[in-house]
C-alpha cells in the first residue's frame, strides 16, 4: 500500500502560481510514475503532469510552458509548480502514484480555483 498527502491549491487569480505538493509513504517501490490529474465539474480526471524515479516526464499540452513538475525521491515527494494559472485550470486536483500513468493510489485531492 502507499498513503499519498496532498498539501498546497487554494484561490487564486489569473495570472498567479501555487505550487502543489504530494508526499508518499508506505510500499515506495510501487511509486517509479508519481504524477497529478485533475478533475473538473463534469469532466474526466485526466493527466496534468508526470514524472518517473528517473526524472522523465509528461505534460498534458494545456499546461506546457507554465506547469513544471519536479520530483525529490530522498524525500518520495513530487512537486507541481503552476505558474500563469488560467480560469480553466480551476478543478480539484489528485496526486497519484504506481506502477506507470494512472497508477492504482490517489490522494485525496486538493481544490484550485483560478478566479478571472
Known amino acids: 500500500q502507499v498513503q499519498l498527502v496532498e498539501s498546497g491549491g487554494g484561490l487564486v487569480q489569473a495570472g498567479g502560481s501555487l505550487r502543489l505538493s504530494c508526499a508518499a509513504s508506505?510500499?515506495?517501490?510501487?511509486?517509479?510514475?508519481m504524477g497529478w490529474y485533475r478533475q473538473a465539474p463534469g469532466k474526466q480526471r485526466d493527466l496534468v503532469a508526470g514524472?518517473?524515479?528517473?526524472?522523465?516526464?509528461n505534460y498534458a499540452d494545456s499546461v506546457k510552458g507554465r506547469f513544471t513538475i519536479s520530483r525529490d525521491n530522498a524525500k518520495n515527494t513530487v512537486y507541481l509548480q503552476m505558474n500563469n494559472l488560467k480560469p480553466e485550470d480551476t478543478a480539484v486536483y489528485y496526486c497519484?502514484?504506481?506502477?506507470?500513468?494512472?497508477?492504482?493510489?490517489w490522494g485525496q485531492g486538493t481544490q484550485v480555483t483560478v478566479s478571472s
Open positions: 508506505g510500499s515506495i517501490v510501487n511509486t517509479n510514475a
Open positions: 497519484n502514484a504506481g506502477i506507470g500513468w494512472y497508477g492504482g493510489y
Open positions: 514524472i518517473t524515479r528517473g526524472g522523465r516526464t
